[in-house]
């Protein structure tokens, strides 16, 4: 029985740093990501989260969507337009938490 060889993906991005993985063993869709700025771009990745790290946009150093951690280069955090934002759920516990104050 001969053996079925995997196909590694070679998808090249105009957006070298963004930092994306995706495995073999799986279908990997193509998806969109937003940053804070509102720009946007596709790949295929099954990632929901990309951590933009080339930072060359001319507003980066000031956008207040950087995230600058201790010891570690700064980074933007790119998300899929199609996933709900990771505090979601902490937004509508407030929501609640607010009407029973009335």
Sequence with gaps: MAKRRQHKSQHKSKYPNAK???STSQQV???TFEAGCKRRMTLK???SELAYDELSYPECPSCPHRVEP???APFCVWRDV???HPFAGLASMLDS???TKT
Aim: charged share 40%; net charge negative.
């Design 70 to 72: 201790e010891g570690a």
């Design 20 to 22: 994306a993985s995706a």
């Design 97 to 99: 938490f607010d009407e």
């Design 45 to 47: 990745t099954e990632l």
């Design 82 to 84: 199609n996933e709900p």
């Design 29 to 31: 869709n193509e998806r």
